[in-house]
């Protein structure tokens, strides 16, 4: 079962099993263990694969070295050479002896990054170690220093092999070829770096979009002609050529997506395309892709962040890149996507070119034997052109380089670290901000016109053209609240550098050409900050009563924006969702804390108390049970508080309920149908999972959004959630700090708490054990109180104590909260919160001190707990704010509000 899921890649079916293993109390054998990990390691899922390993060696069981060569190949494929390296350590530190291949790995993953010179040190340390050095070893070396212009350097590696007797590969002798031939070429100034054998030029057509993430990678041998492009504000298709005989598509390039797709004859539903329509039936080498044991076609759906999608069938096809030198690069049996029923596209799109990293892109399947080049010089009219292979290395004077960072929650985009923005003389570094990173903060982007940068920083980048432009400022006309002027010339305005890591300082030039790599930034930055584009939605939600449970709701779809209003209750957030057809509308916790949504469902074998009806799945005709191996899929969840639910998975339609009255519905949701429940109160419908796991209901969603969700909770009177880019948090007095996201953790949500002031007394987390530099507190809106580690807890109480002038008193609720005498709040300190990157929220006293119901006594909000508990910043300490995520920038937001009166 493990096997065929992996080979499925259904990675959702194979988390079931393994959770059905675990409770069952079947232990996973040595056999299992390498499908896994064979299989994680492919998948890109490093990390999940090497505690695999460790789970391995805890267990006794026999690690074999090639699965650490495969875990440290994957590291390589993503530039992690590092991370290999630090494997490669715990590989021998753990009794496994590496072989020739795990030295290959290293060397070739580190020659890949440009690391020759060390590539070579680690074979001269084997050697002199008389490690017995292979061909295959000797072979990387040569194309390595080719790769970084290292011609000399390269010449004396194959004389060393020739000595050692090594020189029997035909393709070192070719690599070298070409690099003689390019070398006294390489000092033309022409635009571009002539042409090489080994690097190709795809033709480019340059359209319009500012949505998608588009760049084409490295490749392979064949011409090496240019490609021109013709600009059309923005957008960039690429020519290539499908089926056999070929036929020419024009598709839109993105790195945002892995399928290569195309619209194909008969077509369910497709968009009105300029060029003809691939027709399948007419070509010798189309083959459609089977899946699953049952021999079914292989689907495929996708959608898009601007509402787009494409639905159809997996095919293995012939590929051609076309070349205007007329050397075509042939890519036979390549996976692309058969698109029957397509929506939201331009004429001028036959398509998509997946480039991401991921196994089905075009850079995947062109295959892992070509060094990784990409160039291109964008004009923004006339020709442009894009380089791959070894013809795209861009060298010369006048070249700034700087590093670039592959995340691995985000392989597939390109991350720079930008150090600072100069707007003219005035220097804005990020350091000091929630932007400032040493891993990489911004993503370099060949298919977005504009350049983003978050919210609190760009503020400060227009704040510093704000203050030398002459003009007098205009309302933007596009209604996205960029920063514009009336002149009749650019002159003006300032220059703007951008200062990336390294010492690669970028001047832009005013027109804001796209110079160099493509990066092209305007003096009007798009952020929307007030009004609500028709691009978010919003549901609607009763707040009633609940200290126990962590609950946010993530960054969504699209749809109508609306308001929700909520209904407050002491403390609990039910979030009104409708399932089934006709749908039903349940009350449910909203809970980041867990992954499952799931109801109460009859029959019932052990249900609690429910105030509204209990959902019937007879009733509903798009209820449907999933099958595991031909039986039901059981699921059970217990919470912290003891509570639990048991139940079966099954699809069923989900509609979130928005009030503007155009509802936003998911088909084939997987939910739970709980029958079997504890005691849980009877306002609740059930739970909405929202952490990351994948059968959350954020993650059910798709991840086509902007990733913005926010929230105004007022504690009484209604309150509000957003999602979408109506979400977004901004203007005067909004501070954000850096949310982090630990690997340990992933579904919780944590920021670092620097310090706290109870009125003038700052008490540093520095020198606690509470410290630390990426995250120590979860965020968290299903938890009325904040709590503290006990010893850090204990040190904000005595700085209250010190201060407060009235009597102590018991605490009512047993919880041991410091409480005191009073008839009125305004004896007590006012609380701050000082997050990292200068965020000080200062709370008002309503959301640090709890008046009891008969009055006169007053408790503080905030609770001391175990140090091996985590440390929460409830949703009392958060009323009044609003409150904005930005997953996609490791953002939170707030904004001092008055939820009540915000929505009326």
Known sequence: MIDCCVKRWDFEELDLILKLMEKESVTLNLDSCKVLIDGITGYGKLEKAERLVSTMHDKKLRVETYLYNLIMNGYCRFGLVEKAFELHSKMSSRGVTPNKDTYWVLMNGLCKVGKVCEAMSLLNELRVNEFEIDEAMYITLPEGCYTVGMIEKSLEVVAEMSREGFLRDAKICEILADALIEVPERGTNDGYIPSSPHGFTIDLIHRRSNASSSRVSNTQPGGSPYADTVFDTYEYLMKLQIGTPPFEIEAALDTGSELI??????????????????????????????????????????????????????????????????EPFVMPETIIGCGGNNSGFRPSYSGIVGLTRGSLSLISQMGGAYPGFISYCFAGKGTSKINFGANAIVAGDGVVS???????????????????????DTRIETQGTPFHSLKGNIVIDSGTPLTYFPVSYCNRVRKAVKRVVTANRVADPSRNDMLCYYSNTIEIFPVITMHFSGGADLVLDKYNIMIVLFLQIITCFLFTTTASPPHGFTIDLIHRRSNASSSRLSNTQLGSSPYADTVFDNSVYLMKLQVGTPPFEIEAVIDTGSEITWTQCLPCVHCYEQNAPIFDPSKSSTFKEKRCHDHSCPYEVDYFDKTYT??????????????????????????????????????????????????????QMGGEYPGLMSYCFAGNGTSKINFGTNAIVGGGGVVSTTMFVTTAKPGFYYLNLDAVSVGDTRIE????????????????????????????????????????????????????????YSNTIEIFPVITMHFSGGADLVLDKYNMYMESYSGGLFCLAIMCNNPTQEAIFGNRAQHNFLVGYDSSSLLVSFSPTDCSALWN
């Open 402 to 424: 700087t590093s670039m960072f592959v995340m691995t929650a985000k392989p597939g985009v390109y991350y720079l670290n930008l150090d600072a923005v100069s707007v003219g």
């Open 261 to 326: 797709w195309t619209q194909c004859l008969p077509c369910l539903h497709c968009y009105d395309q300029n060029a003809p329509i691939f027709d399948p039936s007419k070509s010798s080498t189309f083959k459609e892709k089977r899946c699953n044991t049952h021999d079914h076609s292989c689907s495929y759906e996708i959608v898009y962040a601007d509402k787009s999608y494409t639905k159809g069938t997996l095919a293995t096809e012939t590929v051609t890149i076309h070349s205007t030198s007329g």
């Open 646 to 699: 048991k139940g079966t998975l099954a699809t069923e339609t989900v509609t979130i309920h928005s009030t503007s009255g155009e509802p936003f519905v998911m088909a084939e949701t997987i939910i739970g149908c709980g029958r079997n429940n504890s005691w849980i109160r009877p306002s609740f419908g059930g739970f909405v999972g929202l952490n990351w796991g994948p059968l959350s209901l954020i993650t």
């Open 765 to 820: 987390t520095l020198g606690t054990p509470f410290h630390a530099l990426e995250g120590n507190i979860v965020i968290d809106s299903g938890t009325t109180l904040t709590y503290f580690p006990e010893s850090y807890c204990n040190l904000v109480r005595q700085a209250v104590e010190h201060v407060v002038p009235a009597v102590p008193a018991a605490d009512p609720t047993g919880n041991d909260l410091l409480c005191y």
